[in-house]
């Protein structure tokens, strides 16, 4: 059995690429519609190239917070939408694929962390920002991979913590904090998808290159890296190495920003045993035609229970407030 090496991403070409007649399109129709585009790192090229604003949870959070555009597109997933409906309930947040959900949120389901909040009242909770607006609204606080050792480290020290959904972020961030947690048995299902094998074949291809890996990676994964690191903290990391080759280890959009910021390096995207680079199939539910049409008709649009909405701001406002 042949296994996959990678997939490589060379420098981009001075002046970077150039837009396509659809990019065109969607750029006049925000201008049009006074919308704002918002756009996670691991979206797609075409949809990276038309955003006001490319970043991580974190990033995205303030920017959702932020925004005067009567209209946020947000380019992600489900509960990065409604986390911009959460924080700015007056703008109209539109999903280009509602079905555009995530494994990790969906391992949460909210009836069962209140099962175990009330069987644990005592249980201060640290909620990853993947999770669904309901899960929010039960949590004391929100994190995001770029700020959660920073978050636990706020946590009254006589206050057990449970930490969800994430088990492998989890289990970082109690080694970087020192602070004991209870880990909700979750995962997100593209990044535990990197093995060990396939990313010490990689090196072998590339020696030299140092390894970057995101924290939702498995405990072996992250061993093996050379920077633990958030996706917005790779920006820098890769841009300070002296090396011009360097392995992702995490969702291949990622790569394509890297590219942007940082292009005269070439980036590897570490494999799977399956394929030669990783995409989260949830993410990839968004396409360009998609935002063109989102845009045009004004749907679909974000809607929750004013309820849960005001319930889970509070927990998001938290971690606004911590990350300063």
């Not at 593209?190 to 390894?211: D, G, M, N, W």
């Not at 570490?270 to 680079?277: F, Q, S």
Request: overall charge neutral.
């Amino acid at each position: 059995m042949s296994h996959p090496i990678a997939t490589v991403f060379p420098p981009l070409p001075a002046g970077g690429l150039p837009l396509s007649d659809l990019q065109k399109k969607v750029i006049a129709l925000k201008k049009a519609k006074d919308a704002i585009i918002l756009a996670h790192n691991y979206q797609c090229e075409d949809i990276q190239g038309v955003a006001d604003f490319v970043g991580d949870s974190l990033g995205l959070a303030y920017k959702a917070a932020a925004a005067q555009n009567s209209t946020i597109l947000f380019c992600g997933v489900h509960f990065m939408a409604e986390t911009a409906k959460i924080v700015n309930p007056t703008r109209r947040v539109l999903l280009p694929d509602m079905e555009a959900g995530c494994s990790l949120a969906d391992s949460c389901p909210a009836e069962k962390l209140a099962a175990v909040k009330a069987a644990n009242p005592k249980l201060y909770v640290v909620a990853y920002i993947n999770c669904s607006a309901a899960v929010k609204a039960l949590s004391d606080v929100i994190c995001t991979s770029g700020n959660a050792s920073k978050i636990v480290n706020r946590v009254p020290a006589d206050r057990p913590i449970l930490f969800i959904p994430d088990q492998n972020l989890g289990r970082w961030v109690a080694a970087k904090t020192g602070r004991a947690m209870q880990l909700w048995p979750g995962n997100c299902y593209a990044h535990v998808q990197f093995t060990p094998a396939a990313l010490l074949r990689t090196k072998a291809a590339y020696p030299q290159a140092p390894i970057v890996a995101h924290p939702e990676c498995t405990e072996a994964v992250r061993d093996l890296a050379d920077m633990v690191c958030s996706t917005e903290l790779m920006v820098d990391w890769c841009r300070r190495q002296e090396n011009d080759t360097i392995i992702i280890t995490t969702e291949a959009g990622m790569i394509h920003r890297l590219q942007r910021e940082v292009p005269h390096k070439t980036f590897i995207a570490a494999p799977t045993d399956r394929c030669a680079c990783n995409e989260c199939k949830f993410m990839k539910m968004n396409t360009l035609q998609k935002v063109h049409d989102c845009l045009l008709n004004g749907t679909p649009e974000v809607i929750m229970p004013e309820s849960i909405r005001v319930a889970a701001e509070v927990p998001l406002r938290r971690m606004l407030e911590w990350s300063a």
